[in-house]
């Protein structure tokens, strides 16, 4: 007997058992092989392969009191998941403490209180908001560079005079708030430390690293969403940080700098930063790794050279 076909919402998403009843999909097609059992009550294709949302919105349909947290809020939010966690691929969901944790299979339970104000639905999923999340990232096996890194990704932001204006996901105003309601906490103490160190202008995860870098090594802190504009102006160049009282714009290139359109795009941007009297200090993937990062001696000699170019200009004035 030919297998009835699924409705169109549950074609190539993992599904609860209940949202297939409300389908009108019958438990006897629920059991068919082309469905496979990933945990109880929920089925998916065969033939699947969600990703984001689609493949983690069953675990909150099951009931109406799942919750997505910790790195499975984290991926649907697009945070940047941190190194401990990254191979953690289980759906965390959490109970009200005095309640049983969730056991299932492919979840890891959890017991958390969560304000009401705490809770999101993104995209027909519901999880914790994102700076609950960042919060509770922070009662885990995380470093303070890892909750700088989520952080960041979260308040950075970009005005209409960039390419690509960008709107923040969350305010750091509303991460201090989250961490201010829970003073007693778990790890309260590294997300305070966190919190004074996170800022807003960065778009990925090595400028992050690359700022975290300059800093822990007792440099200048480089400014962020700092626009470089030209006589008319108008914007020239976007530096991914600068220090503009010496003029030395820094430019993490990523893998995708490797391309021949980007190739030729990184010697238009030096050409225009070497015209409005610009240096340019390219970074690498290479250049943040190690205990001494190479982008502290690439900036250290980079801010001595410009400052006794400004000394030299300064004794010929003189003169």
């Known amino acids: 007997m030919r297998k009835a076909e699924l409705p169109d919402q549950l074609k190539g998403v993992a599904f609860a058992l209940r949202t297939s009843d409300k389908a009108g999909v019958t438990r006897t097609r629920t059991r068919a092989k082309d469905l496979l059992p990933v945990s109880r009550g929920i089925r998916i294709p065969l033939a699947a392969q969600p990703s984001g949302a689609d493949a983690v919105r069953a675990y909150t349909d099951v009931d109406d009191t799942s919750i997505l947290v910790l790195c499975s809020a984290a991926r649907v939010i697009g945070m940047p998941v941190p190194a401990p966690q ?13 309640f049983a944790a969730p056991r299932r299979a492919n979840v890891a339970g959890h017991l958390l209180t969560l304000a009401p104000d705490e ?7 519901r999880l914790t908001t994102p700076a609950r999340t960042w919060l509770d990232l922070a009662s885990m096996r995380n470093s303070v560079d890892d909750l700088v890194i989520a952080g960041d990704y979260l308040v950075s932001s970009h005005g209409e005079d960039f390419p690509f204006p960008r709107d923040a996901i969350c305010r750091i ?39 975290l870098a300059l800093v822990m090594a007792g440099l200048p802190e480089p400014v962020l969403n700092h626009i470089v504009r030209g006589d008319s102006g108008l914007p020239v160049l976007w530096p991914d940080a600068a220090y ?67 000394l030299r200009a300064g004794r010929g004035a003189g003169h």
């Open 86 to 98: 990254e191979g953690d691929w289980r759906i965390h969901l959490p109970r009200r403490r005095g």
């Open 119 to 125: 809770v999101m639905e993104c995209d027909g999923v």
């Open 173 to 211: 105003q509303e991460l201090r708030n989250i961490v201010g309601r829970y003073p007693g906490l778990r790890g309260i103490r590294k997300a305070r430390e966190a919190l004074e160190l996170i800022r807003v202008g960065v778009d990925s995860v090595p400028e992050s690293r690359m700022r």
């Open 244 to 310: 503009p009282d010496h003029r030395i714009a820094l430019q993490y290139d990523g893998e995708h700098h490797g391309r021949e359109d980007q190739y030729q795009k990184d010697i238009v941007r030096a050409e225009v930063s070497a015209r409005y009297g610009w240096y340019e200090v390219r970074v690498s993937r290479i250049d943040l790794t190690g205990d001494r990062p190479g982008v502290v001696g690439k900036v250290r000699s980079a801010l001595a050279y410009r400052a006794e170019i400004a």
